[in-house]
């Protein structure tokens, strides 16, 4: 069992992998958690998914980052103490925590579960936030994390631990386009890029029952594409794919963070096509609105999910048997396994071992 050192009323410090500045390597060091107060779970964490957005924000590329940072928003562990008004949870309950760590819990979108948007202040983000007591947020590369038991999620049995953590963000942030935009039967379904994001989204549109397409710069990661679900597979760096394919999708979810050329991807839209943006590039991008007029087309993002559609998803992957494919990793691996991230030299997601840290 990790280490965690009470400091009475004020929290406890923990063990944690920080980014001391924005660019610099990550390191071990020490942050304090707060005391458990009376809606809180305390959670031994388990495992930690690594995210491409824990890269871009310690790195600072969509700016506004608050140092030192602790990323993590893929969080998978064990209650350990719960406090004196939690009612749904218990010590030993197996629990996730995703983006999200709180909201205002009062505006009509967090008391229509979409949490996600809220309107009075914007969602408490798990880490490179700030929380409504003025402190900084930190997030899963660490040993505990203190959570209200609200934004805590529950982990089936069916899963363990190591491949349900990426389900919280990788996961959710796949599942919400494809639930909201009607992903099933009868439906064509394309998703561009196969990372830790595209490789969910394949999986899950194959299992909601839809016709599924990967769309990749090049057919490297084919077998793997067919592997996880999908019916067929193209280059994107082949113009005739473009070509091919023009009019053919009701849906195309993009999980890359990249600019993508917005105009020949809206002509592979049917009429009433809609293209949902899950990845979020940091450099602007651009297109022509005739690719919408032309078809009635829809051009869309999805940010993850609320917390019970969250909570449907956990469920889904279990009585479908759904989780990510990873590599875990010890958490002195970080920096490298950043790098390998960019490099797009992981299947499909890191997960750091937190009894490492």
Known sequence: MSTIATTGTTGSTVPAYAAPAANAPLE??????????????????????ICHSDIHQARNGWGEGIFPMVPGHEIAGVVTEVGPGVTRFAVG???????MVDSCRECDNCKAGLQQYCTGGGAVMTYNGVGKDGEPTYGG?????????EFTLRIPDGLSLDVAAPLLCAGITTYSPLRHWNAGPGKKVAVVGLGGLGHMAVRFAAAMG???TVLSQSLKKMDDGLRLGAQHYYATSDDGTFEALAGTFDLIVSTVSAPLPLDKFLALLKADGAMANVGAPEEPVSLNLFSLLAG?????????GGIPETQEMLDFCAEHDLGAEIEVIPADQVNEAYERVLASDVRYRFVIDAATI
């Not at 309950?93 to 983006?99: A, E, I, P, S």
């Open 141 to 149: 590369y660490s040993t505990h994390i203190v959570v209200d038991e």
């Open 28 to 49: 071990r060091t020490t942050i304090q958690r707060r005391a458990v107060r009376e809606h809180d779970v305390l959670i031994e964490i388990k495992y930690a998914g």
């Open 296 to 304: 009635r087309k829809s051009l869309a993002g999805s940010a993850i």
């Open 210 to 212: 839809a016709e599924v």
């Open 93 to 99: 309950d197996r629990v996730g925590v995703g983006c």
